[in-house]
């Protein structure tokens, strides 16, 4: 079959899967399980009894299909051990009704159940494949962080992977290096948002603007990395500059220069670029922070005799406080798994090396998956606070 | 202390021109009411003396001196805005305190004078509230307080009340004429929609309508004396009736025929044998209105009627579907009038005549 096709078949069967058991799943649940109608003490005991049995079929059922499927990927056990759970609660959820339910049903206790019951089918298939791709590799990284690849096996070796890692100076390089991108570049990104979204609202071409500073959002990081490797592009002297810094360096006088081997300086060179990608996105979400500020604590402000930079400081910031932090939290997690860019523009080298791509160095090159998972056990580990930090307060902000 | 002089203020965004021609004098101590129909301009015109809003035509004279470039801040103003405007992120201390910090006051002084207003306006247990928690009264009376202690010379209100629960308005409003009362040499400027607030506040009331200004007058004088049909319907509730009509006697006093045979009343304007045969507009408030024993006056019969007790509303058929009835209030219980044909009159001291929209009594 044509790549396309299949793709095209791909997302069909995706697509319609997903409508299909969006579907199906709430026709069983409001035509059989919970109908919005009455029934009688006998039906209603009728019921509970089905519904029990049923529902601890599904377990066994499970629990046989897993000893036939022992030999078979660990993640299609780990699913199936998911499901077995979910099932098990239920089944105790009916047989706890069965035991100490009586009488009859009506038509509202039926609905209401099955509203209850309702979110949870749309959580489901989001909460499995989350379950599978992020929880599970979570803790499989974490059980491989211990161990160390002997042939045809793993041995478990303590702590030895990290103590490593701890005694490598190009791992401190990196966690520097991650630091350094930690302060500069969420504060640049956000304080050069709030500056453009401040500055391009009244101007009558602030919306070409602000397109222009968004479109790099659009480019992928290694797509910009390009782009910015051409703009640090140093030829020998006597030819034609074709990197932007060095052809205005060489017109002041200078000696055209490797600007991305140039110890510490290079570092900053890369967080230029994603500074240059992330203040498109700090811009749209201050912006909008901005145009939501009443308009009239702002004449307010001016009545009491605040100047632009007062208003500006005291009035206007303070009052987008909560999406500043969001959009800084947000950068924060972005520049903590920074990879593509260091990847591709210097690998690593010069003094440039960073947590994500050490670990892939680690895990793909020199197929170290002790060091790499310990690596990334690290990276877990930074990324964590700022997550539940994020979370909580868009959490603030929402009510 | 303060007085304000408008000269032919306009303001027009562009081509549209929305406020013109405003002459207005205010003496300091006043407190001036502007009310008028939604969208006449009261807030513009408002935002104009704040310094919010630019004056784009005619000149603004705060205490002698044109302020028509001068910025807000040194105007010596204050304003209450509708939604109040409270700085979110600032406790009310600091929401009171704010424009004495940027005026750079002393810490003690400014202290003193957040206390003190605190005092004045009940507010002193909240003062370390931040606005979300605090009720809409409260909220409002922190407003009052930010212009408080500034010590303006002009207090301007725009709407003040308009978010506020009935019950509250009319406390906030005692509130807002005693706080006036206490500092009697303090101009305030009023902007509202509600008649109530507009007669019981106002020194004087400045009526809005078609991008000028309609007629400015004590309440009194507006209710009594209305020079155009404008201001006679816009004062009072129920409206004044209008009865379309033609001069058939003049002299001392002069006789109005109502049209559509609805019979004819008296009014105490005197007139000429020139004004013979003028077509007129006849306007009497409901509440002037009586039957009449000797069967002159107005003739109609009763569509329906409403007991309240302390007075009874009777709405009589109008002549075509959807034109508005004619309103008449009678003081008492009355019973069973509904679809009887009365004869209603009023002394003629309370008949004002209008011709071309004015009044021909009080010009
Ligand atoms: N920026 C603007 N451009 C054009 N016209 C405007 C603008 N701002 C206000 N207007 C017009 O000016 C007129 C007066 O507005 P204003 O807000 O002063 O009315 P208002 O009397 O306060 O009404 P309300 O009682 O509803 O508050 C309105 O007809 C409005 O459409
Ligand atoms: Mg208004």
């Not at chain 1, 069967?13 to 649940?29: M, P, T």
Request: aromatic fraction near 10%; charge should be neutral; hydrophobic fraction near 50%.
């Amino acid at each position: 079959m044509h790549p396309a096709l299949q793709g095209l078949v791909t997302i069909i069967i995706g697509v319609g899967g997903c409508v299909g058991y969006f579907v199906l799943s709430n026709y069983l649940l409001d035509r059989f399980l919970l109908p919005a109608r009455a029934f009688s003490a006998e039906q209603t005991a009728a019921r509970r009894k089905l519904g029990t049995i049923f529902l601890f079929a599904i377990p066994s059922v499970l629990i046989a299909i897993g000893f036939l499927m022992t030999d078979a990927l660990f993640s299609v056990q780990g699913f199936l051990w998911l499901v077995l759970a979910g099932a098990l609660i239920l089944g105790l959820w009916r047989l706890n009704d069965f035991v100490f339910g009586s009488g009859a049903t009506t038509a509202g206790r039926n609905i209401s159940r099955a509203n209850m019951i309702r979110p949870w089918l749309f959580l489901l298939p989001a909460m499995v494949a989350l379950g599978l791709y992020l929880t599970y590799p979570v803790f499989e990284t974490f059980r491989l962080s211990f161990t160390q690849r002997i042939p045809g096996g793993y041995e478990f070796v303590g702590v030895d992977n990290y103590t490593q890692m701890m005694s490598e100076p190009k791992f401190w390089e990196a966690m520097r290096n991650n630091m350094l991108w930690l302060f500069v570049v969420p504060a640049m990104s956000t304080a050069m948002g709030l500056i453009v979204a401040q500055l391009t609202d009244r101007i009558s071409w602030g919306n070409i603007a602000k397109m222009l500073i968004f479109m790099p959002m659009a480019i992928s990081f290694v797509g910009a990395s390009v782009i910015w490797k051409l703009m640090y592009d140093a030829r020998p002297a006597e030819q034609d500059q074709i990197g932007v810094l060095n052809a205005i360096w060489v017109s002041f006088g200078g000696e055209p220069q490797q600007w991305l081997t140039l110890p510490i300086w290079n570092s900053f060179f890369l967080m230029v670029v994603l500074i240059w990608i992330q203040t498109g996105f700090a811009m749209v979400i201050l912006s909008a922070a901005l145009r939501g500020i009443p308009e009239e604590t702002v004449e307010a402000a001016i009545v009491d005799g605040a100047g632009p930079f007062t208003i500006f400081f005291k009035i206007k910031v303070p009052q987008i406080m909560p999406t500043i932090v969001v959009v800084w939290t947000t950068i924060t997690l972005t520049v903590l798994k920074v990879f593509d860019i260091v990847f591709a523009m210097t690998n690593g080298q010069w003094g440039t090396q960073v947590l994500a791509n050490y670990m892939y160095d680690k895990l793909f090159r020199a197929n170290d998956w002790g060091v790499g998972s310990a690596a990334a056990m690290v990276i877990m580990l930074l990324v964590t606070p700022i997550l539940v930090m994020n979370v909580r307060n868009a959490r603030r902000e929402m009510k | 202390m303060a007085g304000l002089k408008l000269t032919d203020v306009a303001k027009s965004y562009g081509d549209v021109s929305v406020l013109k021609d405003i002459n207005l004098d205010i003496d300091a101590g006043e407190l001036i009411v502007f009310v008028g129909p939604s969208g006449c301009g009261k807030s513009t015109l408002l935002r104009m003396i704040a310094g919010l809003e630019r004056i784009t035509g005619g000149e603004l004279q705060i205490d002698g001196q044109v302020v028509n470039d001068v910025p807000p801040a040194q105007r010596g103003i204050a304003m209450v805005f509708q939604s109040y405007a409270l700085y979110p992120h600032m406790t009310v201390y600091d929401n009171m305190a704010f424009a004495l910090k940027l005026a750079k006051m002393s810490k003690q002084e400014i202290d003193d004078a957040v206390r003190k207003a605190a005092d004045i306006l009940q507010l002193t247990p909240y003062l370390d509230r931040l606005p979300k928690a605090l009720s809409g009264g409260q909220r409002q009376r922190v407003a009052i307080g930010r212009c408080i202690v500034r010590d303006p010379k002009v207090f301007l209100f725009d709407e003040p009340l308009s978010n506020l629960d009935a019950a509250l308005r009319v406390a906030t409003r005692l509130e807002i004429a005693q706080l006036k009362e206490s500092m009697p040499d303090r101009t305030m400027i009023y902007v509202t929609h509600d008649q109530v607030e507009a007669m019981t506040l106002a020194s004087r009331i400045v009526v809005l309508a078609n991008k000028g200004i309609s007629q400015v007058g004590t309440p009194l004088e507006l209710y009594e004396k209305p020079r155009n049909e404008f201001v006679a319907q816009f004062i009072g509730s129920p409206a004044m009736n209008l009865f379309p009509g033609e001069i058939t006697a003049t002299g001392e006093r002069t006789t109005i025929r109502l049209a559509d045979d609805h019979g004819d009343i008296v009014s105490a304007y005197p007139s000429t044998a020139a004004d013979m045969g003028k077509t007129v507009n006849v306007g009497v408030r409901p509440e002037d209105m009586h039957v009449s024993e000797d069967g002159t006056g107005y003739t109609g019969t009763v569509d329906v009627q409403e007991n309240l007790g302390e007075v009874t509303l009777l709405f009589f058929v109008p002549d075509a579907p959807g034109k508005d009835p004619v309103i008449a209030k009678l003081p008492g219980i009355h019973r069973g009038l509904k679809g009887q044909t009365l004869h209603m009159t009023a002394s003629p001291e309370k008949v004002h005549v209008f011709m071309d929209g004015t009044s021909l009594l009080y010009r």
